[in-house]
């Protein structure tokens, strides 16, 4: 019912700048919060950055400064900027949005994730 397409990942060197973005489409109603995790091997996933409707903020701290969460509710899109990246960013980023839809029997919120796109920095 709902997707989210994720672009922007790839390869940078540390010191580096890459953005992120995660389209969502389909029966849409109304997007809630946005936000983007990140999963490195042998690690749990974390949230990097979030962002409300009413476009409040946060990060987690190893990314505080550095990087920038954004959202264009009418494109349906949430960005992620990420400037002065280093080897420990190395990681498979997820956006994941709170989506309410049409649904057959009525209106739905369900969580949805992007399918991955893979960060790396390296020299």
């Known amino acids: 019912q709902v997707q989210l397409v994720e672009s922007g990942g790839g390869l940078v060197q540390p010191g580096g700048s890459l953005t992120l973005s995660c389209a969502a489409s389909?029966?849409?109603?109304?997007?809630?919060?946005m936000g983007w995790y990140r999963q490195a091997p042998g690690m749990q996933r974390v949230l990097v950055a979030s962002?409300?409707?009413?476009?409040?903020?946060d990060y987690a701290d190893s990314v505080k400064g550095r990087f920038t969460i954004s959202r264009d509710n009418a494109k349906n899109t949430v960005y992620l900027q990420m400037n002065s990246l280093k080897p420990e960013d190395t990681a498979v980023y997820y956006c994941?949005?709170?989506?309410?839809?049409?649904?057959?029997?009525?209106?739905?919120?369900?969580?949805?994730w992007g399918q991955g796109t893979q960060v790396t920095v390296s020299s």
């Open positions: 994941n949005a709170d989506v309410s839809s049409h649904a057959a029997w009525g209106t739905i919120t369900y969580n949805y």
């Open positions: 389909g029966s849409i109603i109304s997007i809630n919060a």
């Open positions: 962002t409300t409707s009413g476009g409040s903020t």
